[in-house]
């Protein structure tokens, strides 16, 4: 599976941002894609996931009523769309891609990675 992730930018605090996700090279209905997130010093956050067999959606607390997850008919691309954004979202952001038996919402268990899109939210 390879995994492109863009879309990340300078955006002021109560801004928004959508983030994309294209996926290609395997049966992506056997696969749950996600959003994690990197600070400096701090380790890899998981934000949200989308099962792509069936769209079912998953958020970290920081996230619900926030962020919303989602993917293009063809389920090629996976979306992030961030609102009402904070300046303790700055972040690098990945997606990642794991076998839909696999734990969605944990850095080391992704088989596979998309480079990182950095989002600055700063006024």
């Known amino acids: 599976v390879q995994l492109q992730a863009s879309g990340g930018g300078l955006v002021q605090p109560g801004g928004s941002l959508r983030l994309s996700c294209v996926a290609s090279g395997a049966t992506l209905d056997e696969y749950v894609i996600g959003w994690f997130r990197q600070s400096p010093g701090q380790e890899r956050e998981w934000i949200s996931g989308i099962d792509m067999a069936d769209g079912t959606t998953y958020y970290a607390d920081s996230a619900k009523g926030r962020f919303t997850i989602s993917r293009d008919s063809d389920k090629s691309t996976v979306y992030l769309q961030m609102n009402r954004l904070q300046t303790e979202d700055t972040a690098a952001y990945y997606c990642?891609?794991?076998?839909?038996?696999?734990?969605?919402?944990?850095?080391?268990?992704?088989?596979?990675w998309g480079r990182g899109t950095q989002v600055t939210v700063s006024s």
């Open positions: 990642a891609a794991v076998e839909s038996d696999g734990d969605y919402d944990r850095a080391d268990e992704q088989d596979y």
